[in-house]
């Protein structure tokens, strides 16, 4: 669809931040006359559909059957490159959980590590007493968080841990520190994140194609392919 650089319509919602919208509904509009229901489903969408405001029969059916059209297409688009992506992005989706405390004091941090490999110190209590960071006002524990954040040092160590281990003592700038890695949460793809991912690569192709309308360039062809 060519948008008229000249339409007083076009202009108004450009000038307003709300070209973006019209393209996009543009492009749901084009998607949702590919996408055909059976006469009985859509009657049911349509008797089901609430409404405040009236609409045109023609208007109704579309606003009606919009979204499970939408979806029908994510699926059959998307569905064959989910496990892709899954790969690709498991380890951002995965979460730790683990304790730590510091202190500048490398004497301190060795007698507390000491201590609790001895069983004679609980973590959490070390930590709310000695450890120099805000962690301490949770017993030292931090997460859930991607095995990604925080300090490169840290990442690494917390990487090669099991479940349970106590790390170090070791330096970090100016701190001694004591960590153990108390949970890994790994992300298995179920129902609810395999959706998750086919609105992320909707999502990046919906972008693929706005950035291409906007810039007058070809769009991707639109495609309906049921499996």
């Known amino acids: 669809m060519a948008f008229d650089p000249v339409d007083p319509s076009w202009q108004l919602l450009r000038r307003s931040g709300r070209g973006r919208q019209l393209q996009e509904a543009w492009l749901e509009n084009e998607i949702c006359a590919l996408v055909p229901l059976a006469p009985e489903r859509e009657a049911e969408l349509i008797e089901a559909f ?9 208007d109704l059916a579309y606003a009606a059957t919009r979204q499970e059209r939408l ?3 994510k ?16 380890r951002q989706r995965d979460r730790i959980i683990y304790s730590m405390l510091r202190s500048v004091s490398p004497g301190r941090v060795a007698e507390l590590a000491l201590a609790i ?12 007493r000695w450890s120099e960071g805000p962690e301490s006002a949770q017993g030292g524990r931090i997460g859930p968080i991607s095995p990604d954040l925080g300090h490169p040092e840290l990442n690494e160590r917390l990487n090669q841990a099991n479940e349970g281990d106590l790390i170090g003592p070791f330096p970090v700038g100016n701190m001694h520190v004591l960590l153990r890695l108390d949970t890994r949460i790994t992300t298995r793809l179920d129902e609810a994140l395999q959706q998750q991912l086919i609105e992320e690569l909707y999502a990046e192709w919906l972008h693929r194609q706005l950035e291409a309308l906007t810039k007058g360039e070809n769009m991707d062809p639109i495609e309906y392919l049921p499996a």
């Open 71 to 73: 979806q029908l297409f």
């Open 50 to 58: 609430a409404l405040e405001l009236p609409l045109q029969p023609e």
């Open 117 to 128: 490999r001895e069983g004679e110190l609980d973590f959490a209590s070390a930590a709310i």
């Open 75 to 90: 699926r059959a688009a998307f569905t064959l490159h989910v496990e892709e992506r899954f790969s690709r992005t498991k």
